[in-house]
């Protein structure tokens, strides 16, 4: 009887072409990578991507604690459960070595991201929700990774905040202001029992400018030392590691310059534009946007995931322009202190009309199609 | 003055939008959306009905209903208005040629009768939304009388609700384009990836709440 349902369950969520869409091709290689001579095999994507992520990794590490390792853990563990579980349903043979990291970047790297972008030693349950509604919600329900019209990562991020935005507003003071560095014990029962109460936690230096309006700059700055000198002690480092690592899968030709230079770009022009050195009203300058929050992380390796980003070169541009624009206009007047999330999932579910306004060719089979209705 | 009715606008677009804050206009949104084409048509008609009957409604309730307080009469009115704005708005579209506009002679108990053939389903449906303006139209309509705006004010929020709901119904018709080159698992086919989607959509606009103000 049971065997009965769970094969039923098993026909309904099966996908109709044999289950081998997890290969190699599933990468996410743009079409720069795909016309090289020798194309980039899933595992050496992977790689790629993950030695990318690793310093800016490590600098968050090195100021936040060792939450930022057990968050990465964490989440990537649920990923690939979560992983399994909907291989389980959509496939008939389900292996550990579909699963396994080499066979797919979208495997680890959707876990990576929510890890980062969450409070590090955040419980194990959060975790389990974002990375769970990304590859069950974000993935799998549209029929794998090619398929998802936004950034899987980014839903599950943005699911979380919107159902505990407590939980995600709790980050703890960076090492050098404030003594907080924890043990890896400590960071273990935190993750396992639930956040420590006790916990020195500071507003981001994006919370702390969002809710301090009306302020001279200078004198928010002096009043909070975790600000730093740009982007706020931590973020800066951080943001400068990932653009590092962004500059790294630019040379291996992992994604092309037009998404992060666009993005980059918007975002500078816009902050100069409103940005009067006076007001913290007037947001901050454009090196603080450049260093802080989420940026580099989101021009570099959230926007220029290849499935949700129009795939012609001007489509990447207004679309890299749209996440900038975004991004400063959430930031300097929305409820939300970072708005990469939200940017992303806006400019991604807006890809395909970009794509057919700046592409000809696919404007006339878009139209062709209507014409055949 | 002129920044203050810009983030009416934009309030109306996005954090107010239609179909995506209030969920209405589904109808015409699950009725369009099936082409890029009939999505673009159907916004741009929709927002002027849309535009029109709200105008009109703000108009009557500022110079009719409430100087007498006859404003419990205020939803029978816009369901008028609503009427007469569709009607004078089908029979300009029945002057456009025919290759453009196929000239729809039923009356509107006809259309349900009509609506099991499929070659004419769409046209029909499309007639009946244009002709009952879909629940945006009065769910717009009450929404901006609810705020007390200005005549002015009034026209920025229909403006900013008309171009949101045409943008969602324009964007969502190219999402469901790229949607049918897919597999999607049986389970999710059709209308529940559709769903889905648009729960999305709805998501992702939450994060600009707060953004007009």
Sequence with gaps: ?373 | MIAEHLLLVIGGALTANLTLTYLTGLDVLAETTHSVRAATKMGVRVGIGLFASSLLGCMVQRFVLAPYELTYLQLPALVLIIGAVCAGMRMYLERIPQSEQPPDERTAASCEALCDAEHARPAVYQQAITLVGGSATIAAALLILRAEPTLIQSIALSVGMAAGLATVLIVFADLRQRLDHLLIPRAFRGAPVHLLLLGMMALALSGLSGIAG
């Excluded at chain 1, 943005?158 to 709790?170: D, K, N």
């Excluded at chain 1, 450049?290 to 207004?318: Q, V, W, Y």
């Design chain 1, 1 to 373: 009887m049971a065997g009965e349902a769970a094969n039923e369950l098993r026909a309904a969520f099966a996908v109709a072409r044999p289950p081998s869409r997890i290969d190699a091709s599933a990468a996410p290689v743009k079409k720069a990578a795909q016309s090289e001579r020798t194309p980039a095999s899933g595992l050496q994507v992977t790689r790629r991507l993950i030695y990318a992520l690793i310093p800016g990794s490590l600098v968050f590490t090195a100021y936040f604690g060792a939450g930022v390792l057990t968050n990465v853990l964490v989440a990537c563990f649920w990923a690939l459960v979560f992983e399994f579980l909907a291989l389980l349903l959509t496939s008939q043979s389900p292996s550990f070595a579909r699963v396994s990291p080499g066979s797919d970047p979208a495997l680890l790297i959707p876990g990576w991201l929510i890890a980062l972008g969450l409070p590090p030693g955040s419980p194990w349950w959060l975790l389990a929700v974002a990375s769970g509604t990304a590859v069950l919600l974000g993935k799998h329900a549209f029929g794998g990774t090619r398929n998802s019209p936004v950034n899987p990562a980014m839903l599950g991020y943005a699911v979380v905040l919107l159902c505990y935005p407590a939980m995600l507003s709790s980050w703890p003071a960076p090492s050098g202001v404030e003594f907080s560095m924890r043990s890896w014990l400590a960071t273990a029962i935190w993750t396992l029992a639930g956040p420590d109460v006790d916990a020195i936690t500071m507003a981001t230096p994006l919370d702390l400018l969002r809710h301090n309006s009306g302020y001279l700059m200078a004198d928010l700055f002096t009043a909070s030392p975790q600000l730093g000198a740009a982007g706020g002690v931590g973020w800066q480092e951080a943001n400068a590691a990932f653009l590092l690592g962004g500059i790294a899968l630019l040379r291996y030709r992992l994604i092309t310059w037009h998404i992060p230079g666009a993005l980059l770009l918007s975002l500078t022009v816009l902050a100069a534009l409103f940005y009067d050195e006076g007001s913290s009203t007037s947001g901050g300058s454009p090196f603080f946007h450049l260093l802080s929050g989420g940026t580099m992380l989101a021009a570099f390796f959230i926007a220029t995931e290849p499935n949700t980003s129009p795939r012609n070169a001007r489509g990447k541009l207004l679309f890299g322009a749209l996440v900038g624009a975004l991004i400063f206009l959430i930031r300097t007047c929305g409820d939300y202190p970072d708005g990469v999330a939200w940017a992303v999932l806006l400019a991604n579910l807006c890809a395909p009309t970009i794509e057919r306004l700046t592409d000809p060719v696919i404007q006339e089979s878009v139209s062709a199609r209507d014409e055949a209705r």
